[in-house]
């Protein structure tokens, strides 16, 4: 089962941080996990991907369990233009490779 | 350039039509994806491309008929389609389809409402 868990919204203030939490409990261990973000109906976007380590880019940063379990993406300092549906998706590997799988995504809505 | 384009941007079809979607991209990217969206749900994957074959068919129906005449080229030829077929269709590109650690870029997509 190549599913990702998310809660399926959350608020966050201006200038605050926001913390996204993802569950993917049966990801094996050749699986990338990969975050993108869809605003308003356009092609998702890429923020970060990671296997193992911690990750940080311009964007984001991406705290992965130790056990892989379960994994947290953070903005930093959330604006308005960060209100969108963030999904955490799965890259399968073995005869799969190149398949995303998407969870249902969290709406993240940035308030004033 | 990290831009995918998609061709056109809206379309209107009837049940008996047959019309074509397109998409293009310039990074030399080498595996290609079609994407089906419906309204408030995840994108789920159709069709992988790499290397200009056909790797992965999700089990599509074959009124969906996708083609890649070249690395950069992706079409997804659509026939006898059902109004349950209205959608957002998305593609993609990564750099590198058979290893992980490769972003996927979109392009914006091409609305098909099928009447």
């Known amino acids: 089962d190549a599913k990702t868990t998310q809660p399926p919204s959350m608020d966050c203030a201006e200038g605050r941080a926001a913390n996204l939490p993802c569950n993917h409990s049966?990801?094996?261990?050749?699986?990338?996990v990969y975050w993108y973000r869809q605003i308003h109906s356009q092609g998702p976007q890429y923020i970060i991907h990671?296997?193992?380590n911690n990750e940080t880019n311009e964007m984001a940063s991406l705290i992965i369990t130790e056990d892989r379990k379960s994994s947290t993406l953070i903005l930093p300092h959330a604006t308005l233009r960060d209100t969108a549906v963030y999904y955490c998706?799965?890259?399968?590997?073995?005869?799969?490779?190149?398949?995303?799988?998407f969870g249902q995504g969290t709406i993240l809505t940035v308030h004033p | 350039d990290t831009e995918v384009t998609q061709t056109p941007k809206h379309l209107v079809m009837g049940m008996t039509n047959k019309k074509s979607l397109k998409c293009e991209q310039h990074?030399?990217?080498?595996?290609m994806y079609w994407y089906k969206q419906k309204a408030k749900k995840p994108p789920e994957l159709m069709f992988v491309?790499?290397?200009?074959?056909?790797?992965i068919n999700e089990s599509v129906p074959s009124r969906f008929s996708p083609e890649c005449p070249n690395s950069s080229l992706l079409n997804l030829h659509l026939h006898a389609l059902q109004p349950e077929d209205s959608a957002l269709y998305l593609c993609?590109?990564?750099?590198?389809?058979?290893?992980?650690?490769?972003?996927?870029?979109f392009g914006p997509g091409t609305r098909l409402t099928v009447t």
């Open positions: 993609a590109s990564s750099q590198e389809p058979l290893a992980g650690g490769y972003e996927q870029y």
């Open positions: 049966t990801i094996s261990g050749n699986e990338y």
């Open positions: 990671g296997l193992k």
């Open positions: 998706t799965r890259l399968a590997g073995g005869t799969s490779y190149g398949k995303l799988t």
């Open positions: 990074m030399g990217h080498r595996a």
């Open positions: 491309y790499s290397y200009e074959k056909l790797s």
